[in-house]
């Protein structure tokens, strides 16, 4: 039996437009125009649907700023009609720059774009600005806030695996053992012990094997007395 899967087609109510910033300082005329059209028709996302606006809005600083690579400022031409005889017009990039900075940006971007009302819809979300300033923080900081609050599950997952490894690195760690005296030689059944025995021993152990075997010590008989004592067999 064979069974199909139905695609998913995309709505334009499933598309949410961000908005990006790109400093065109220093960067190539053409390659710049690749990276902006490629924003604008949303071919960097995986919902991209050719006949839907699926791109973003891309703001565009230092739009002046640019450069060119040979003798394009003055070989590279650009060309319009008035539609009478006799009425081409003829420019160079360097003309294009001096009367409208912005100009020859968009020029090369609407190049790229689809040649219908969706690009021209396309074109219509690039702002170009001489200049880093420009108008749209809100709306940068908008869609900001929506990446955000879609990774706002992730991030408390993160922080809270954070938390309980650093609680676990707080804890006091577990209580070694305090290993016990030995017995008295009298409890261990050694007879009589050593000198490296008894000094082993802690003085109340001391006092009680001397009590045992009817060693009489003084009140104030110090450990190495006692152990003298033990050792020798002799009474006080």
Do not use: C
Not at 104 to 124: C, E, F, Q
Not at 163 to 189: I, Y
Not at 208 to 234: F, P
């Amino acid at each position: 039996m064979t069974t199909k899967m139905k695609p998913h087609n995309v709505k334009q109510s499933d598309l949410t437009a961000e908005w990006h910033v790109i400093d065109a300082r220093d960067k190539t005329l053409g390659r710049l125009s690749s990276e902006i059209a490629t924003l604008l028709m949303g071919k960097h996302k995986p919902t991209y649907t050719p006949h839907l606006a699926s791109g973003d809005f891309v703001v565009v600083v230092n739009a002046d700023k640019f450069r060119v690579t040979g003798n394009k400022l003055t070989n590279k031409k650009y060309y319009r009609h008035s539609g009478y005889h006799g009425g081409l017009t003829e420019e160079t990039l360097g003309d294009v720059l001096a009367k409208n900075p912005t100009m020859a940006l968009k020029k090369a971007v609407k190049g790229m774009l689809p040649k219908n009302t969706l690009g021209r819809h396309m074109l219509g979300r690039l702002k170009l600005y001489v200049g880093e300033d420009h108008p749209h923080e809100a709306q940068i900081n908008a869609t900001e806030g929506v990446k955000i609050g879609k990774g706002a599950n992730a991030a408390r997952a993160k922080a809270k695996t954070k938390t309980n490894t650093s609680a676990s690195a707080t804890e006091a760690p577990a209580a070694t053992p305090v290993a016990e005296a030995p017995a008295p030689a009298s409890e261990t059944g050694t007879g009589t012990g050593t000198g490296d025995d008894l000094s082993a021993l802690t003085v109340a152990q001391l006092k009680e094997m001397a009590e045992q075997r009817g060693v009489e010590l003084t009140a104030k008989a110090r450990k190495a007395d006692i152990i003298e004592a033990l050792e020798s067999g002799k009474t006080d």
